[in-house]
């Protein structure tokens, strides 16, 4: 790791240039094809408009939040976004919501970054302010092939909830839920 000193923020809505860089360099990582639903030449081809909105959507803290981490040098480093989903909706899978949560997507660090308490960090300030926004329990999806990804999630305090989703469009493999309850 190339520095251990880094902030923990919201995006703002004009940063999205930087959104999408972070975005494609995360398409990069070998680990993409099991941790995103997208693919980098997907990613691409998104007009700046894309861009635009998506970056404008996850500064604003109504439904989401994208939380960057920004080294001292100003070069982001790592990412979380988080969602909110409320009950009696119907999530990104077609899976009813069935209390308010929040919902984590778009993990990404740095390999150079990784191990340092980035990741930590960064969902440490999604959580907070999810339950800031009076959700239940946060959850996340992720792909029963990425060990990594599930024992991070594990240390942070999620546990498999036994939910399955299915990948659409790759047969024979899933995805599956963690949660972590709200602490009463």
Known sequence: MSNTNFEIRPIRADEWPAVKA?????????????????????????PDSFWQERAARSSEG????QFVAEAEDGAWVGSVVMLIEAAGTTDWAGFPVERNQGHIVGVFVRPEWRGGGVTKALFEAAVEWAWGRGVE????????????????????????????????GHEGENELEFVLEKAE
């Open 62 to 65: 109504e439904g989401s939040l």
């Open 22 to 46: 972070l975005r494609l360099l995360s398409l990069q990582d070998p680990a993409a094809p099991v941790a995103f639903l997208e693919t980098y030449e997907d990613a691409l081809a998104h």
């Open 137 to 168: 329990a946060v959850r996340l999806i992720v792909h029963e092939d990425n060990p990594r990804a599930q024992g991070f999630y594990r240390k942070a305090g999620f546990v498999p909830s036994g939910k399955v989703v299915p990948l659409e």
